[in-house]
């Protein structure tokens, strides 16, 4: 069975940082590009950053640029997302997803596998 699972989601003050993972299971990541989306309440879900297959070209979005770093490591089969310099309004769910060619997109357009999501909270 094909998921995707995230992980490292937490309450956090602001200025913390924290590090998601995303790991797959019933398939290997390095035929796959990956995004991370968000969505907080009442809030669309909007692409956060992404990768292509070999970890070449990332996207972020100009709200998390210089604060978020994405990466992968093929061997340990997950997609981590390092998170600094937190702010409230990073409050949300967090997604990773899959898309099935080598360069990703920070629209929703060619995901077919999402996973269920990890809370970021950001408060004092």
């Known amino acids: 069975q094909v998921q995707l699972v995230e992980s490292g989601g937490d309450l956090v003050q602001p200025g913390g940082s924290l590090r998601l993972s995303c790991a797959p299971s019933?398939?290997?990541?390095?035929?796959?590009?990956i995004g991370w989306f968000r969505q907080a309440p009442g809030k669309e879900r909007e692409g956060v950053s992404c990768?292509?297959?070999?970890?070449?070209?990332?996207y972020y979005t100009d709200s998390v640029k210089g604060r978020f770093t994405i990466s992968r490591d093929n061997a340990k089969n997950t997609v981590y997302l390092q998170m600094n310099s937190l702010k409230p309004e990073d409050t949300a769910v967090y997604f990773c997803?899959?898309?099935?060619?080598?360069?990703?997109?920070?629209?929703?357009?060619?995901?077919?596998?999402w996973g269920q999501g990890t809370q970021v909270t950001v408060s004092s």
């Open positions: 997803a899959r898309r099935s060619t080598y360069y990703c997109s920070s629209t929703h357009s060619g995901y077919d596998y």
């Open positions: 019933g398939f290997t990541l390095d035929h796959y590009s």
């Open positions: 990768i292509d297959v070999s970890g070449g070209s990332t």
